[in-house]
């Protein structure tokens, strides 16, 4: 074994190195053999470990041997070396059996590859020096091995919390460790503090074994008195084991619950379908009930109606109505058989189901109204339901009142359109029925035009084109029609409902300016007409002047060619020259004879008057042109 004081020799290796030099000064002085071992060597399983044996000093020659001591305190010799000079002549002797085999290297170090768990024990290093003397030293060394992942085993039977002991939880193993791990218990994560020895309120036992490995296998077995509390509680075990250097690990186990038996103190006894605050159900839908009470197992649930038979008998406490009708209202119980509950625990609930229906609505009147122009009437809207339905009348969306009652005054034909009646239930949103009629307004047409706007210099003129139109509604549709022909066929106007719209383009004349363009709207009603005016309307001056001058121009045009081909027509002298009188020829010619055959004709031509012949010298030309 290793003297106590060796760590203070390893602490004191600077000063018996400086006393080696001093007697290597002093030739006659011996030199004492000392060791360099480390007193606690710690791996890992399965890693590589060398122990370290190193004599200190000068020393020609000397011994080094490996000893192992067993469990019975014997010390067989494993490995041995001897000094020669410079080298070290390694020898082994007993390898124990080992795989793979102890090993000593150069230096004369012990190696150890592979470390199990049955390395773990004193290892002796020993030295033989000659007249140096003789030293040991011992090395420990110590193989941790990591537990394998913790498991537990809970009760899975049903635990009563009536027993006034402490019962079996469960059972946490932590396997193949090395040294043995040590097991704590954990109810919803704080850490259980519980004693080894038996007691009523809870304590927990321990058993550890070796295994063929030579790992070591830790059993904890968990016991405590149970509460109601615990029905929900998270338990698990965990195992914490060593590491070299002082190092630790933890490995939980999976949490798990228990199951409890416990007696009901509480029943609770309600809708568990889509319903009102109120508890308003509507008709028609599937409504369950359900029944809980806080015992476990749970027990057995008996479902009924209140002065009825029994509806159901089961484990779940469900009750369920398929299409739930008014009729189904009324009080419901429910019961729950638990025997162990105690004398003091109401074990039955009872619930009152409303059930919300609403019937059809009906109106007074059928689903068109007809009414004449500036009439009244009432129409009644009568609804059937529970809880007491509203009733909301609108007209295109726009809300007219609340009540039963609809009253229509002085009728217009703005009245015309659909009429809403919807009946709602306050308590219960998303019941609601509508019913709706159309009212529809006789009487005779009603005539808007869109009057002609004056020019800008206040007249129009003749050949000006205008567009006139003009709109209608009534009922039956009237019909629209214009004293001339032309106008378009009446077609409904996009966004007013109810009217009817005709146009008629032409020119304006001045007799539509005397007379006006009359539009007709008529049904079996009646009629109403609208007489379009135009007021002053110019004749086109510019134009006449063109006209007038055209024919000026025209009339003198066809004078010059009578005047061109008359005077071509003349024989000699000017164009222009005096008439000769009657019976004096001018000087130098010869009187006028009858015996030519020409000239009586020219005298004709030349003397002749309108009446085609001479009339006492009175019918002849004046001046000749």
């Given at each position: ?377 009432v129409v009644n809207c009568s609804v059937h339901g529970l809880p007491t339905p509203a009733l909301r009348w609108t007209k295109d969306s726009t809300p007219l009142g609340d009540g039963p009652m609809l009253s229509l005054s002085s009728i217009t034909f703005d009245s015309n359109g659909t009429y809403v009646c919807e009946a709602s239930l306050p308590t219960v949103p998303v019941l609601s029925r509508t019913q709706n009629f159309t009212l529809l307004v006789q009487g005779s047409p009603e005539l808007k035009t869109a009057e002609i706007e004056p020019k800008a210099d206040g007249s129009w003129r003749e050949g000006d084109e205008v567009t006139l139109i003009c709109s209608a509604r009534g009922h039956p549709d009237p019909k629209l029609s214009w004293s001339q ?141």
């Open positions: 074994m290793e003297p106590p004081d060796a760590p203070a020799q390893a602490r004191g290796a600077p000063r018996l190195l400086l006393l080696a030099v001093l007697l290597a000064a002093h030739p006659d002085a011996q030199a004492e053999v000392r060791l360099s071992v480390p007193p606690l060597v710690e791996v890992m399983r399965g890693k590589s470990v060398i122990l370290d044996c190193t004599p200190t000093g000068t020393h020609d020659h000397y011994m080094l041997e490996w000893f192992l001591t067993d469990r019975s305190g014997a010390r067989p010799r494993l490995a041995s070396a001897e000094m020669q000079g410079s080298e070290l002549q390694v020898t082994m002797h007993d390898t124990r059996g080992r795989s793979p085999p102890y090993q000593l290297d150069s230096q004369g170090r012990l190696v150890l590859a592979e470390a199990q768990v049955g390395d773990e024990r004193d290892y002796v290093c020993v030295v033989r020096a000659g007249a140096a003397g003789t030293a040991e030293a011992t090395a420990r060394l110590n193989v941790f091995a990591k537990p394998e992942a913790t498991e537990v085993s809970p009760n899975k039977g049903t635990l009563s919390v009536m027993e006034d002991s402490a019962q079996e939880i469960a059972t946490c193993n932590s396997r193949n460790g090395n040294p043995a791990p040590k097991i704590t218990w954990y109810r919803n994560g704080q850490r259980l503090e519980v004693p080894v020895e038996m007691n009523p309120e809870g304590y927990m036992t321990s058993r550890t074994v070796r295994e063929a490995s030579g790992l070591l296998s830790l059993t904890s077995t968990l016991y405590l008195r149970l509460r109601k509390d615990d029905r929900d509680a998270s338990f698990h075990c965990a195992a914490h084991y060593s590491l070299p250097e002082g190092r630790h690990g933890r490995l939980d186990s999976p949490t798990f619950h228990l199951t409890l038996h416990y007696p009901t103190e509480h029943v609770q006894f309600w809708v568990g379908s889509p319903s009102t605050p109120a508890g308003w159900v509507r008709e028609g839908d599937t409504v369950q009930l359900l029944c809980r009470g806080d015992g476990s197992p749970s027990p057995e649930y008996t479902l009924f109606r209140l002065q009825e038979e029994v509806l159901n008998v089961n484990l779940e406490g469900n009750l369920t109505l398929e299409g739930v009708t008014r009729g189904q209202s009324g009080t419901y119980g429910c019961r729950v058989e638990d025997y162990d509950a105690a004398d003091d625990v109401q074990l039955s609930k009872t619930l009152e189901l409303r059930v919300a229906y609403l019937d059809p609505l009906e109106l007074s009147e059928g689903k068109v109204l007809s009414l004449p122009l500036n009439s009244s009437a022909l032309g106008g378009s066929p009446a077609e409904p106007i996009p966004g007013r409902q109810g009217w009817v719209s005709s146009s008629l383009t032409l020119k304006v004349t001045s007799a539509l300016s005397r007379d006006g363009i009359s539009c007709e709207a008529s049904n079996p009603h009646g009629n109403k007409r609208h007489v379009f005016h135009f007021g002053t309307v110019s004749p086109q001056t510019s134009q006449a002047g063109v006209a007038v001058m055209a024919v000026a121009v025209s009339v003198g045009l066809l004078l010059l060619v009578v005047a061109v081909f008359y005077c071509v027509r003349r024989k000699g002298g000017p164009c222009c020259r005096q008439r000769r009188e009657k019976g004096a020829p001018p000087p130098g010619e010869p009187g006028l004879s009858h015996s030519g055959s020409e000239q009586p004709e020219q005298t004709g031509l030349l003397m002749g008057g309108a009446s085609g012949g001479a009339r006492g010298g009175s019918g002849g030309f004046g001046d000749e042109c």
